[in-house]
């Protein structure tokens, strides 16, 4: 299988390594805008660096976006009419709109494509989802979702990162709709600055709190922070009738529990990299085999809309101080 990855950034280099090792990736491509970063990238894992300016021109079975969100637009319009399978990473656009122009002309020419939400491959989070689907944590209860970031963003990244909840908690609207089955109904969400001002100056937060309801009556409790002294803390837990389980508390979470009567933060997480290295590897590896036929698209462009929905919801939640029917965002 022949596979481009546009992007030679952090998400892009991550794509390569792992696309380098599959052994049915026969020739792999990059390229990016800056060529010397793309043929930097390109020698590390023995692939072939192409130029920018040939992008609409190059043939491949696959194609992986990783650039920025803002030139999504740009790079999508030049590979989709290829009509091959694509993995883009999250967000597909920065709007509703451009969301949906994106998926519509992903249909019209057949190019089918595939969001990067790396927590569906998380190995503990999907065998919540499993023991979920099975009944063997009985009636679904709640969930309780924790996303806090081990460092802040840097300045340049916070103008155009869409926000808190675009940017963020999309993952977890994410999960919740993936775990659930249901759609999330509505959305009551507050955000603040506590200590981070660059946050302030672009309108956005490095604190926040979600609490949502499924259409099927199912809360769900979402706390976010752009800054956690300890570590990188992403955590999930699911309370039913029969069982509560949690995925993402482990030692190296990185949490002191006052008791002292567990094992946690040793080595603790230092990104949402390492946090979920694994789960990339796993998304990766999935893209590949969804592109060659061989299983069905594990994370369908409707998950990017309905995600970004909810997020808007949560804003306008955010600035009324009232909730807000996910239904009522267009």
């Known amino acids: ?42 020698q590390k894992f023995s692939a072939e660096f192409v130029p920018w300016d040939s992008l ?43 969301t949906r122009a994106a998926i519509e002309s992903a249909a019209k020419f057949g190019a089918p494509l595939q969001i990067g939400f790396q927590r569906r491959f998380d190995a503990n989070i999907q065998k919540m989802k499993q023991q979920i689907h ?3 944590i009985g009636t679904l209860y709640s969930l309780t979702m924790t996303a806090h970031d081990f460092t802040p963003s840097a300045r340049e990244f916070i103008e155009g990162s869409g926000g808190i909840f675009r940017d963020m908690h999309v993952h977890d609207f994410d999960l919740v709709r993936w775990l659930t089955d249901t759609e999330v109904e509505s959305v009551f969400a507050t955000k603040s ?26 809360p769900v409790v979402i706390s976010g922070t752009r800054h956690n002294g300890l570590g990188q803390d992403v955590r999930l837990e ?30 603790p997480y230092l990104g949402f990299v390492d946090r979920f290295r694994d789960a990339f590897r796993n998304e990766t590896n999935a893209f590949v085999l969804f592109a060659g036929g061989e299983i069905a698209n594990p994370c369908p462009a409707d998950s990017a809309l309905e995600s970004l929905r909810i997020a808007e919801a949560c804003e306008l939640s955010a600035a009324s101080g009232k909730a807000v029917r996910v239904a009522e965002v267009l």
């Open 134 to 136: 099975s009944g063997e």
């Open 56 to 98: 609409g021109s190059i043939e491949a079975d696959a194609y992986v976006v990783a650039v920025g969100t803002a030139a999504h637009e740009e790079v999508l319009s030049k590979i989709l009419p290829h009509g091959k399978p694509v993995l883009c990473e999250k967000p597909i656009a920065a709007t509703l709109s451009g």
């Open 238 to 267: 699911a309370f039913g009738s029969k069982n509560s389980i949690s995925a993402g508390l482990n030692s190296r979470t990185p949490l002191f529990d006052l008791e002292r009567e567990l094992n946690l933060n040793v080595n």
């Open 193 to 218: 600055v506590l200590a981070h001002q660059d946050y302030a100056d672009f309108g956005d937060a490095d604190t926040s709190a979600v609490i949502a309801k499924t259409t099927s009556g199912v």
């Open 1 to 42: 299988m022949k596979v481009l990855v546009i992007g030679s950034g952090r998400m892009g280099a991550i794509r390569a390594e792992d696309l380098s090792a599959n052994s049915k990736v026969s020739q792999l491509l990059i390229t990016n805008r800056n060529p010397d970063k793309a043929a930097a990238l390109a």
